[in-house]
């Protein structure tokens, strides 16, 4: 190894909370951290795999041995521009084979990725950047018709510590004339990225996976999943997400040597005519998505016999529509239960129908703790619903730099209180039937009620909200706003206008503009006079 010895040492991040030293320990003799980082998977892939096709997007195509390449050019770049180990980088990319080459770009430094979703506006790029002192921002100038040039603008004005780095489309060059050494790299044992949560707070929560425990994760889920390097995915999600990322997604893939056709929109039109050009064998889709394919007239024309196997998850796929996989799209389906924070939940090749159509799945390792409890935190008997907490090889033991929300995200033995309520049968198969924290899960977005409620009360005429999820066929649920003006005669502001207001003044992501706008004159409170959200979403 040719990095200087005083550079091996394990990165120190103020606000990562480490998995405890006996804990870790166990985690490798167990053969679960491999002592492998994100650019050794890759390395071994190229050098394994070098002519197989590794990413396809609707510009270029790159092998393995391409993208190894291009992962060395983008990492000198990025190095050229003061990006180092131990670095925050925020990454703003679409599905793009840019986005690859950058992630691996910054893995190959030892920076880590701060996944934002190509739908998140300057109100949460804002928030991330400040959020991890972000050392830069990286972009994109425009996609179709959304410029991303503005925001970069925009936090060059507002955060001058971070640099803005406007990524070269296509096979455009960087205009860098020499890199610059490199300062140091990663230990398995560092965090490799910072992964969004749901949120369930007024702000964003930052998730730190290390390479070990994150590649421990991609590694199982693609042996469980029974992918190979004969494997084509289809990423219709955002790539970002940590579904589409690592289970088993787009790092499985890399890791067996398979194919990632990178999806420019999530339509079924666009989507069935990539798996029909590409011969896809997997896609992981959100339920509202796969109802949308289910449903497509597209389904008929496009054929999609290379398909083995559909990931669902991000949000509880109805037994129904799940029943209606392998007859109507040729293909078998796999459940999967998952969150940014560790744990994932694979029905498994093999398990009976009831089985694969009834239940999220179970674990991904035999470390897995799962306990299920009630109110008081004492367990309930398997098949009675609870809540559930884990603890494990690659779940969180603490988000970034949270001290406050870690007390109640936590249990004082380091389990993760997941927010969800689940029956869990003799076998271990969890069922999701509930969930008792404060966040909308719309079609697989998830979306922070204060989050939204904070942005509508930065309105002048706004006296109070109160923001739900209601029940809805299609999505799950969609976002509601219970809004009290502050003058009650007011006809205004109106649900067009403070939709505007969200869209150009707040600038937040599309997906978390609520769908409905109910004017009301005081809200239903509980007994002990707090609003009662739980009757304002029916
Ligand atoms: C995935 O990750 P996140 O972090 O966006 O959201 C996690 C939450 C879970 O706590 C649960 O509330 C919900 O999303 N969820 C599901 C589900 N999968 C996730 N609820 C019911 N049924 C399911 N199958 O969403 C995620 C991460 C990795 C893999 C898959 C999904």
């Known amino acids: 190894m040719s990095a200087p010895a005083k550079e091996l040492v394990p990165l120190r991040l103020d606000g990562v909370i480490a998995y405890p030293e006996d804990v870790a320990a166990q985690y490798r003799e167990r053969g679960y951290w491999i002592g492998q980082t994100h650019s050794d998977l890759l390395a071994k892939t190229v050098s394994d795999h070098a002519d197989r096709v590794a990413v396809i997007d609707s510009v270029r195509t790159l092998t393995y041995a391409q993208l190894g390449e291009r992962v060395q050019l983008v990492a000198g770049e990025l190095a050229w521009r003061g990006i180092g180990r131990g670095d925050r980088v925020v990454v703003h990319l ?52 959304t410029s991303y040039r503005d925001i970069a603008d925009d936090i060059a004005r507002e955060i001058p510590a971070v640099a803005t780095v406007l990524v070269p489309a296509g096979d455009e060059s960087w205009t860098t004339a020499a890199p610059l050494p490199r300062r140091g790299r990663a230990l398995p044992s560092d965090v490799a990225l910072l992964q969004l949560s749901g949120g369930t707070t007024g702000t964003p929560k930052l998730i730190p996976r290390t390479h070990d425990d994150y590649l421990y994760s991609v590694r199982e889920s693609a042996r469980i999943c029974a992918i190979d390097e004969r494997s084509v995915m289809l990423a219709a999600l955002p790539i970002s997400h940590n579904f589409t990322m690592s289970s088993p997604g787009l790092l499985g893939m890399i890791a067996v040597g398979g194919s990632v056709i990178l999806a420019p929109d999530p339509s079924p039109d666009t989507c069935l005519r990539l798996v029909e050009q590409h011969s896809v064998t997997h896609a992981a889709l959100v339920p509202p998505l796969l109802m949308a394919w289910l449903n497509s007239s597209a389904r008929h024309t496009a054929d999609t016999s290379s398909l083995v196997s559909l990931w669902v998850g991000g949000a509880k796929l109805p037994a129904e529509v799940a029943r209606r996989v392998p007859p109507e799209l040729g293909c078998s389906l796999t459940q999967v239960f998952g ?72 249990t004082h033995d380091g389990f993760y209180i997941t927010g969800d309520i689940v029956i869990r049968d003799s076998r271990g198969y969890l069922q999701v039937v509930g969930r008792s924290k404060d966040q909308i899960n719309r079609g697989g977005e998830k979306v922070a009620p204060a989050m939204v409620e904070n942005h509508l009360l930065a309105h002048g005429a706004i006296h109070d909200v109160s923001v739900v999820g209601i029940p809805d066929d299609a999505l799950g649920e969609r976002i509601c706003a219970f809004v009290i003006r502050r003058d009650p005669e007011a006809q205004t502001p109106s649900a067009a206008q403070l939709r505007a207001f969200l869209r150009t003044e707040r600038q937040v992501a599309a997906y978390t503009i609520p769908d409905m706008f109910e004017f009301v004159t005081e809200f239903p409170t509980t007994s002990v006079g707090k609003i009662d959200k739980k009757s304002q979403g029916k």
């Open 94 to 145: 679409p599905n793009t084979v840019e986005f690859v080459e950058i992630a691996f770009g910054l893995f190959e430094l030892g920076a880590l990725p701060v996944f934002a979703l190509a739908a998140h506006r300057l109100a949460e790029i804002r928030q991330f950047c400040a959020g991890t002192s972000a050392r830069a921002y990286v972009t994109v100038d425009r996609v179709g018709l």
């Open 339 to 410: 969150m940014a924070e560790g744990l994932v939940n694979y029905t498994r090749v093999g398990d009976d129908d009831r089985t694969v159509f009834t239940t999220q799945g179970r674990p991904i390792s035999p470390d897995d703790e799962i306990r299920v409890v009630d109110d008081n935190g004492t367990p309930v008997p398997d098949g009675e619903p609870g809540h559930l907490q884990t603890r494990g090889p690659y779940t969180i033991r603490g988000y970034f730099d949270a001290p406050e929300h870690n007390r109640h995200s936590f």
